[in-house]
C-alpha cells in the first residue's frame, strides 16, 4: 500500500496545480507572468507598483505586447495593457458586460450583486441613471469646506501629521456626510463602525483564501461569515434610518424610487460607502486594506497628490498662487470657483498624480461572450479580461517620461489622446468621477491657502513614494509623514 500512498501524495497536489494553476489549452498561445514570480511577490508583501514594474510593464516595454495573463483571485485573466485596446472593451458593454464572480469569495458575501458595480443589462441602466442623477443633483462642496477647517483644528500652526491617516478620515466623513447622510465624526474619533469594518475586510483579505477562493468551501470560517452578516446588517440599519429620517443626500435621493428593491439598496449603500471615498466607483471593491490596516483609495489619490506637492515645492507654490488668484486670501470655494476651468494647474496636478500613482490598478474584470481578437492574438469566449490602468498610465508610447511627476503635460489640449483612465472608460466610466475631482480640488485649494508643507527628512519616501503591500491591486502610499506649516498674511 505504501507505494500507492506515495503516489497519491504526489498526484493529488500535481493535480491541484495542473487544474488550478496550468492555464486552459485555449490561452496557453498568450504570453504570460510566471506564477512564481507572482506568488513569491505576494509572499513578500511587494507593493502593487513595483509588482507591475519588474513583472508586468516589461511585457509592454521590452516585448511590445498588448496583453498579458495573469494569475488572479483564483484564475488566469488577460490584462489589457494598450489603450486603444481598453477603449474597445469598455465601449462595448454588450461584448464585454461585467463578470459575475465566484461565489466563494466571501467578499461577494458581504458586497452583494445587485448594485451598480455588479449588475448588467437593464438592471445596470436603471441603477445608473438613478445614480447618476443622484451624483449631479448637487455638488457639496461646502461639506468638503466645512471638513478642511476641521482638519485646520486639528493640526494648528504648525504640526508633523500622519497625513495618509488624516486623509482617509476627511474622505470618510466626506461620504458619510454628502452621500450616506451619516456622520461618522472619523476625523475626531475612532469610529466603532469603521472599525468593525476594516476588521472584517482584513479577514477577507487573507492571502491563500484570495489566493484559492476555493478554500471557503474546503475550510469554512463560520465565525468571520457570521461577522460579514453582521456588519452587513448594519447597513441594512442605516437603510431604515434613513428611511424613516431622510435628509439630502445620496441615499434619501435613491430611496425616493419606487422601482429599488431592498436588496439593490442595500448593496447600493455598501458599494457606495466603498466608492463614496475611492475614485472610481466602478471599481469600488477593491477598496480595502493594507498589510497593517485599511486605506480607502480616494484617500491614497489625496495622499499621492499632497506627497508630490510636498516633493516639488516650485508646483507647490505654483498652485497657491493660482489658489490665491481665483479665491484670495479669505473667500471660502463654491462649486463655480473650484472648477476645472477656474482651477486649470490644480486640476492637472490632481490629473498628474491620479495617472502616475493610480490609486486602483485595474478596471473591474469584464468577459468575452465571443471570440474577439485583441491585438494580434485571438480571445476565446468566456474569458476573463481586466483593463491594466497602471500599465496603460505608464506606457512608453503614450507618455513621454511616463515615471516623472509633470503636470503640464495635462495643459497640452492633446492629453486626452494619450490614455489616462483613472475614471475607467465608456458608459460604465466612475458616476462619481465629478465628485471626486470637485473632492480633490477644494480639499487641496483650502490647504494651499492656509500651509506649505513638506517631507520630514528622514522620511521613508524621500527617495520616491512608498505604497503599501494591497492583495487586491491598489497602490496607496502609507506611513506618509508631512510637515505643515500656517501661511501668515501679514
Given at each position: ?137 448637487q455638488l457639496p462642496v461646502d461639506v468638503f469646506?466645512?471638513l478642511s477647517y476641521r482638519l485646520f483644528k ?267 483612465l483613472p475614471f475607467a472608460l465608456g458608459p ?63
Amino acid at each position: 500500500m505504501e507505494p500507492l500512498l506515495y503516489l497519491a501524495l504526489i498526484a493529488i497536489p500535481a493535480l491541484l496545480v495542473y487544474f488550478f494553476i496550468i492555464p486552459p489549452s485555449n490561452l496557453r498561445h498568450l504570453p504570460r507572468v510566471a506564477l512564481l514570480p507572482l506568488l513569491i511577490s505576494y509572499l513578500k508583501q511587494e507593493s502593487e507598483d513595483k509588482r507591475m514594474q519588474h513583472l508586468i510593464l516589461p511585457f509592454a516595454e521590452a516585448r511590445g505586447e498588448e496583453v498579458v495573463l495573469v494569475w488572479a483571485l483564483g484564475h488566469w485573466m488577460v490584462h489589457i495593457l494598450e489603450f486603444k485596446l481598453a477603449r474597445k472593451i469598455c465601449d462595448n458593454t454588450d461584448c464585454f458586460p461585467k463578470e459575475t464572480p465566484s461565489d466563494a469569495s466571501l467578499l461577494w458575501r458581504f458586497v452583494g450583486t445587485k448594485s451598480l458595480l455588479m449588475s448588467n443589462g437593464i438592471q445596470w441602466e436603471k441603477q445608473s441613471v438613478l445614480i447618476n442623477e443622484a451624483f449631479n443633483a448637487q455638488l457639496p462642496v461646502d461639506v468638503f469646506v466645512a471638513l478642511s477647517y476641521r482638519l485646520f483644528k486639528l493640526i494648528g500652526e504648525e504640526r508633523t501629521v500622519l497625513w495618509d491617516d488624516l486623509a482617509q478620515r476627511f474622505a470618510l466623513d466626506a461620504v458619510g456626510s454628502s452621500v450616506l447622510g451619516h456622520n461618522f465624526e472619523a476625523i475626531e474619533t475612532d469610529n466603532p463602525f469603521v472599525k468593525e469594518y476594516n476588521q472584517v475586510m482584513a479577514k477577507i483579505a487573507a492571502p491563500l483564501y484570495l489566493l484559492f477562493p476555493w478554500m471557503e468551501q474546503l475550510v469554512p470560517r463560520k465565525r468571520l461569515i457570521c461577522r460579514i452578516d453582521n456588519l452587513a446588517g448594519k447597513f441594512m440599519n442605516l437603510l431604515e434610518h434613513k428611511r424613516d429620517s431622510p435628509g439630502d443626500d445620496m441615499m434619501t435621493y435613491m430611496l425616493k424610487d419606487p422601482g429599488m428593491t431592498l436588496k439593490e439598496l442595500r448593496d447600493n449603500m455598501i458599494v457606495l460607502f466603498l466608492g463614496g471615498h475611492v475614485s472610481n466607483i466602478s471599481d469600488a471593491i477593491a477598496t480595502t486594506l493594507n498589510s497593517h490596516k485599511f486605506q480607502d483609495t480616494t484617500a491614497g489619490s489625496i495622499s499621492t497628490l499632497f506627497y508630490f506637492l510636498a516633493c516639488h515645492p516650485e508646483i507647490q507654490q505654483r498652485a497657491r498662487d493660482e489658489v490665491k488668484r481665483v479665491f484670495g486670501d479669505d473667500q471660502n470655494p463654491t462649486a463655480d470657483l473650484v472648477s476645472g476651468v477656474s482651477l486649470p494647474y490644480l486640476t492637472a496636478c490632481i490629473r498628474e498624480a491620479l495617472r502616475i500613482n493610480t490609486a486602483i490598478s485595474y478596471i473591474f474584470p469584464r468577459k468575452s461572450l465571443q471570440p474577439v481578437r485583441l491585438g494580434k492574438y485571438a480571445i476565446p469566449a468566456e474569458t476573463s479580461l481586466i483593463v491594466n490602468v497602471y500599465a496603460i498610465h505608464h506606457h512608453q508610447g503614450a507618455w513621454k517620461s511616463p515615471h516623472d511627476f509633470d503636470p503640464d503635460r495635462f495643459l497640452d489640449p492633446q492629453w486626452s489622446k494619450s490614455g489616462w483612465l483613472p475614471f475607467a472608460l465608456g458608459p460604465r466610466q466612475c458616476p462619481a468621477r465629478n465628485f471626486a475631482m470637485y473632492e480633490q480640488r477644494t480639499l487641496a485649494a483650502m490647504f494651499l491657502r492656509e500651509y506649505e508643507w513638506a517631507l520630514p527628512p528622514d522620511s521613508i519616501h524621500l527617495n520616491g513614494i512608498q505604497n503599501s503591500f494591497s492583495p487586491f491591486a491598489l497602490t496607496l502610499p502609507h506611513d506618509l509623514h508631512l510637515i505643515f506649516r500656517q501661511i501668515r498674511n501679514d
